[in-house]
Nanobody, 123 residues
């Protein structure tokens, strides 16, 4: 089992920056692809970004490309999402996820999920 805990969410103004963290514990020795997803009430969970096992690839949703940066620190078992130039439409609950997958944009391909952290961007 892998346990994921997100942190770093909050209320910010449009144009601000915010960095989310996802700390992993438990079965951290397995090589997992990790990703960030977000969800607003009544909508599906949307892909935001993903990163390969050793950071060998990154993948971003078009809506965040150039503004968000995903990274991971294997020594700390932690993944990050640095969000810049935030917009009100980025408001959502952000979830981190881990899985063994070759389709990192699909939420159903991830086995482990955190509890989510709220990000609210005021206009």
């Amino acid at each position: 089992q892998l346990h994921l805990v997100e942190s770093g969410g909050g209320l910010v103004q449009a144009g601000d920056s915010l960095t989310l963290s996802c700390a992993a514990s438990g079965r951290t020795g397995t090589n997992y692809v990790m990703g960030w997803f977000r969800q607003t009430p009544g909508k599906d969970r949307d892909f935001v970004a993903a990163i390969g096992v050793r950071g060998d690839f990154t993948n971003y949703a078009d809506s965040v490309k150039g503004r968000f940066t995903i990274s991971r620190d294997s020594a700390k078992n932690t993944m990050y999402l640095k969000m810049s130039s935030l917009k009100p439409e980025d408001t959502a609950v952000y979830y981190c996820a881990a899985g063994i997958t070759r389709a990192p944009t699909l939420p159903e391909r991830y086995a482990y999920w955190g509890q989510g952290t709220q990000v609210t961007v005021a206009s």
